[in-house]
């Protein structure tokens, strides 16, 4: 699932985000061939402004659906509640629709992961970097206790654990946990917004949850700013994931 419901407006221009280009192709196109080898379906939620264009330039095969309410992460990812349940795959990928800097040794590895027993109810990569957007808090034993957020005001370290928008979720730990989660939480103070990754702290006092690391930690940049889509760029044009 490629949740694709923001507007990108600080990208300026009016083409919606996930059709900008970087490196000459939509952000949407780099994001199906990256993870068609290993899934078996792809489903977009986007914005209702942003519906009509990205439905017509959607690669074959993918599904796209209507996220109508800007209530955040959180419940763009429900709406495809519905298609899980129709294909009941093993597991559910769901990524941003800017986050297109990952890497193929990343995902061989997230995907390696899935096979463990028991096997984790759900499964991210992460990185290390300065001046971080996220902080997993972890206790002694390394599990995942708690999350700090920049974007609701949390007080942030220097330096931080973070995701690279990236989740691997077990069907049981969609269509099971992940709505016991939602019927339970509020709006971020500072957001307004629903999120989504504060369930993988949630999770995790319940569940297994098992992180796997990034292969560079610019595949944490999400495209959200001009800078940002530069700093990609010229890294994927360069870059050798043979």
């Known amino acids: ?28 196109d780099v994001l199906t061939d990256l993870y068609r080898p290993f ?23 993918v599904t796209v659906v209507e996220q109508a309410d800007p209530t955040g992460m959180l419940d763009a990812i429900l709406l495809a509640a ?23 040794a990343t995902l061989d590895r997230l995907a390696d992961a899935e096979r463990d027993r028991p096997a984790p109810a759900m499964i991210l990569p992460t990185v290390r970097r300065r001046d971080p957007y996220i902080h997993f808090l972890r206790d002694s034993a390394g599990r995942i206790t708690g999350l700090l957020q920049r974007r609701e005001g949390d007080v942030m ?17 969609f269509t099971r946990d992940l709505p016991a989660y939602a019927g339970g939480v509020s709006a971020g103070a500072a ?9 993988v702290p949630w ?14 930690p610019r595949e944490a940049v999400g495209v959200n700013t001009p800078d940002d889509l530069r700093l990609l760029e010229e890294w994927m044009r360069t870059r050798d994931e043979a």
């Open 203 to 216: 999770l995790a006092r319940q569940r297994l949850v098992a992180t796997v690391p990034c292969t560079d």
């Open 1 to 28: 699932m490629i949740a694709a419901a923001g507007r990108g407006s600080r990208l300026g221009g009016d083409i919606p985000k996930p059709l900008v280009p970087i490196a000459g192709r939509p952000m949407l």
């Open 82 to 104: 519905s298609a899980v349940e129709r294909q009941r795959p093993d597991v559910v990928w769901i990524t941003w629709a800017d986050q297109v800097g990952v890497m193929r």
């Open 157 to 173: 370290p220097l330096e931080g654990e973070g995701d690279a928008g990236l989740f691997s979720l077990t069907r049981e730990t």
């Open 191 to 199: 957001t307004g917004e629903r999120n989504f990754v504060p369930f």
């Open 39 to 61: 899934v078996d379906h792809i489903l977009v939620v986007a914005n209702p402004a942003s519906m009509p264009a990205i439905r017509a330039r959607a690669p074959r095969g």
